[in-house]
Structure formats: structure tokens, C-alpha cells
């Protein structure tokens, strides 16, 4: 899938970082802006990384669904439930991108 078809099916995406517990609901229709209509989710996906705490254990899911409250697993650390805002690394982020802090 890449992210021009989650776009076009209305799908959003949703991101949370294991480390920290910091999450966020990103549209894929800006995210294809950016990196490009062709980029697959899982390429994208694959160049996140926290901007709280600069983990690339940062997790993710595909939602039909828009807003509601994102239940990532917490495996005892109830703070892996908590805020999560995913920006790109430095290294592959294009010039002129947006960033998510």
C-alpha cells in the first residue's frame, strides 16, 4: 500500500512510540505531499523516529477510522499509553518538510 492508496481510501495512519509512549494520527494525504505519492507505508514508516525521546522503536497501524483514542500494548509500562509525535530522521527528512513535535 502506498501512501497515495491510503489517501485516496480515507484510511489514516496511526503511530506510537514504544520508548516514551508519545502517539499521534497522521493524515497520509500530506504525508504522500512530502515523501512522495509511490512511497509505501511501510517505507515511510520504516524512516520515523520519536521526536521526544529519538527512538526508532516507533510502531504503527492502518485505521479506517479517524480520531478515537490509539490503545498501543503496554506490556506493564502503562506510560507506553501515553502522547506519541513521530517525525522523520534528520537524515531523510526533504527540505521544506513539515515536523511533528
Given amino acids: 500500500m502506498t501512501l497515495e ?8 495512519l496511526r503511530v506510537w512510540c514504544n520508548a516514551c ?12 505531499r512530502w515523501y512522495g505519492p509511490e512511497t509505501t507505508v511501510l517505507e515511510w ?10 527512538s526508532r522503536d516507533v510502531d504503527m497501524v492502518v485505521s479506517g477510522t479517524r480520531g478515537g483514542k490509539i490503545n498501543p500494548p503496554t506490556f506493564g509500562r502503562p506510560q507506553v499509553a501515553r502522547g506519541l509525535r513521530a517525525s522523520l530522521a ?12
Fill in 21 to 32: 509512549g508519545r502517539q499521534i494520527e497522521l493524515d497520509p494525504a500530506e504525508q504522500a
Fill in 5 to 12: 492508496s491510503a489517501a485516496a481510501a480515507d484510511l489514516r
Fill in 90 to 101: 534528520r537524515a531523510a527528512v526533504p527540505p521544506g518538510a513539515p515536523r511533528y513535535s
Fill in 45 to 54: 514508516r520504516a524512516r520515523l523516529v520519536c521526536s521526544r525521546c529519538g
